[in-house]
Protein backbone atom coordinates (compact mmCIF):
# COMPACT_ATOMS: atom_id res chain seq x y z
CA UNK A 1 0.00 0.00 0.00
CA UNK A 2 1.25 3.18 -0.96
CA UNK A 3 1.54 6.03 1.73
CA UNK A 4 2.77 9.34 1.53
CA UNK A 5 4.12 11.24 4.42
CA UNK A 6 4.38 15.12 3.97
CA UNK A 7 6.72 17.30 6.30
CA UNK A 8 7.95 20.51 6.22
CA UNK A 9 4.84 23.37 7.12
CA UNK A 10 4.51 25.69 9.31
CA UNK A 11 4.01 29.39 10.47
CA UNK A 12 6.13 31.71 8.53
CA UNK A 13 6.63 35.25 7.81
CA UNK A 14 5.31 36.88 4.17
CA UNK A 15 8.60 36.77 2.04
CA UNK A 16 10.16 34.14 3.52
CA UNK A 17 11.02 30.73 1.84
CA UNK A 18 9.75 27.21 2.37
CA UNK A 19 10.79 23.67 1.64
CA UNK A 20 8.22 20.65 1.79
CA UNK A 21 9.08 17.36 1.67
CA UNK A 22 7.16 14.12 0.64
CA UNK A 23 8.50 10.73 1.12
CA UNK A 24 6.45 7.92 -0.60
CA UNK A 25 6.64 4.49 1.60
CA UNK A 26 5.28 1.07 0.47
CA UNK A 27 6.75 1.67 -3.22
CA UNK A 28 9.85 0.14 -4.69
CA UNK A 29 12.21 2.47 -5.67
CA UNK A 30 11.83 1.41 -9.53
CA UNK A 31 8.13 2.02 -9.07
CA UNK A 32 8.82 5.51 -8.29
CA UNK A 33 11.24 5.61 -10.58
CA UNK A 34 8.57 5.46 -13.42
CA UNK A 35 5.81 7.78 -11.50
CA UNK A 36 4.85 11.48 -11.59
CA UNK A 37 4.88 13.42 -8.15
CA UNK A 38 2.39 16.17 -7.61
CA UNK A 39 1.53 19.00 -5.45
CA UNK A 40 -1.55 20.27 -4.21
CA UNK A 41 -3.02 22.55 -1.76
CA UNK A 42 -6.14 23.44 -0.31
CA UNK A 43 -7.41 26.86 1.37
CA UNK A 44 -10.10 27.10 3.75
CA UNK A 45 -13.29 27.20 1.86
CA UNK A 46 -11.36 26.74 -1.33
CA UNK A 47 -11.35 23.62 -3.36
CA UNK A 48 -7.78 21.77 -4.09
CA UNK A 49 -5.73 22.90 -6.55
CA UNK A 50 -2.41 22.13 -8.46
CA UNK A 51 0.20 23.90 -7.67
CA UNK A 52 3.34 21.78 -8.99
CA UNK A 53 4.09 18.28 -10.71
CA UNK A 54 7.34 16.45 -11.75
CA UNK A 55 7.39 13.88 -14.52
CA UNK A 56 9.41 10.47 -13.77
CA UNK A 57 13.07 12.31 -15.38
CA UNK A 58 12.54 15.49 -13.54
CA UNK A 59 12.99 17.76 -16.39
CA UNK A 60 9.26 18.12 -16.72
CA UNK A 61 8.27 19.97 -13.90
CA UNK A 62 4.97 22.10 -14.54
CA UNK A 63 3.81 25.27 -11.92
CA UNK A 64 0.76 26.94 -11.19
CA UNK A 65 0.62 30.17 -12.54
CA UNK A 66 0.57 31.72 -8.98
CA UNK A 67 3.79 29.77 -8.07
CA UNK A 68 5.67 29.98 -11.14
CA UNK A 69 8.86 31.91 -11.31
CA UNK A 70 9.18 31.48 -7.08
CA UNK A 71 8.84 28.08 -6.73
CA UNK A 72 10.58 24.37 -7.62
CA UNK A 73 9.84 21.04 -7.38
CA UNK A 74 12.56 18.17 -7.39
CA UNK A 75 13.01 14.47 -6.82
CA UNK A 76 15.49 12.49 -5.21
CA UNK A 77 14.41 9.13 -6.94
CA UNK A 78 17.25 7.52 -4.81
CA UNK A 79 15.13 8.06 -1.71
CA UNK A 80 11.67 8.01 -2.98
CA UNK A 81 10.94 11.71 -2.03
CA UNK A 82 9.90 14.44 -3.80
CA UNK A 83 10.48 18.46 -2.50
CA UNK A 84 8.69 21.52 -3.03
CA UNK A 85 10.45 25.00 -2.07
CA UNK A 86 8.51 28.13 -2.10
CA UNK A 87 10.52 31.57 -2.18
CA UNK A 88 8.92 34.92 -1.43
CA UNK A 89 5.50 33.65 0.26
CA UNK A 90 2.77 35.42 0.61
CA UNK A 91 -0.79 34.96 2.25
CA UNK A 92 -2.45 33.58 -0.47
CA UNK A 93 0.07 30.77 -0.24
CA UNK A 94 -1.58 29.78 3.51
CA UNK A 95 -3.29 26.50 2.57
CA UNK A 96 -2.63 22.29 3.48
CA UNK A 97 -0.47 21.44 0.99
CA UNK A 98 -0.89 17.66 -0.12
CA UNK A 99 1.78 15.27 -1.92
CA UNK A 100 0.33 12.67 -4.88
CA UNK A 101 1.73 10.23 -7.14
CA UNK A 102 0.71 8.75 -10.05
CA UNK A 103 1.75 5.43 -10.67
CA UNK A 104 3.45 4.63 -13.95
CA UNK A 105 2.96 7.80 -15.56
CA UNK A 106 5.55 9.66 -17.34
CA UNK A 107 4.69 13.42 -16.53
CA UNK A 108 2.72 15.10 -13.88
CA UNK A 109 -0.97 16.13 -14.86
CA UNK A 110 -2.46 19.75 -13.09
CA UNK A 111 -5.59 17.56 -12.32
CA UNK A 112 -6.12 15.49 -9.69
CA UNK A 113 -8.23 12.46 -10.83
CA UNK A 114 -5.15 10.79 -12.37
CA UNK A 115 -3.35 10.62 -9.02
CA UNK A 116 -3.41 7.24 -7.19
CA UNK A 117 -2.56 8.35 -4.37
CA UNK A 118 -2.27 11.28 -1.68
CA UNK A 119 -0.69 12.31 1.58
CA UNK A 120 -2.54 13.78 4.73
CA UNK A 121 -1.27 17.12 3.91
CA UNK A 122 0.76 19.65 6.12
CA UNK A 123 -0.26 23.04 7.01
CA UNK A 124 1.44 25.86 5.54
CA UNK A 125 0.27 29.39 7.19
CA UNK A 126 1.88 32.59 5.79
CA UNK A 127 2.08 35.27 8.29
CA UNK A 128 2.19 38.96 7.40
Known amino acids: QVQLQESGGGLVQVGASLSLSCVAG???????????MGWFRQAPGKEREFVAS????????KYTDSVNGRSTISRDNAKNTVHLQIYNLKPDDTAVYFC??????????????????WGQGTQVTVSS
Open 26 to 36: GLSERTFNISA
Open 100 to 117: AVDLGSPVGHSSPNPYDA
Open 54 to 61: IGWTGDTA
